[in-house]
């Protein structure tokens, strides 16, 4: 049995929506857990991104 490969289609209805080849690709990547340093850094830097955009000096932390 041969693989599937549908063609290329702008879907112009309601239902499911074309994904971006950018999306597929990240989506084809390997997957890290949460415990991975690759993680951790990310979500450092995202931590900062929050902060620099909600405008705060504060530490995010979980709420009790």
Known sequence: ??????????????????????????????????LDPAFVGMMDETKAGLQYAFQTKNEPGFFA
């Open 1 to 34: 049995m041969k693989s599937f490969n549908p063609p290329i289609r702008t879907l112009m209805g309601p239902g499911p929506s074309d994904v971006h080849p950018r999306i597929l690709s990240a989506m084809a990547r390997p997957t890290i857990g949460h």
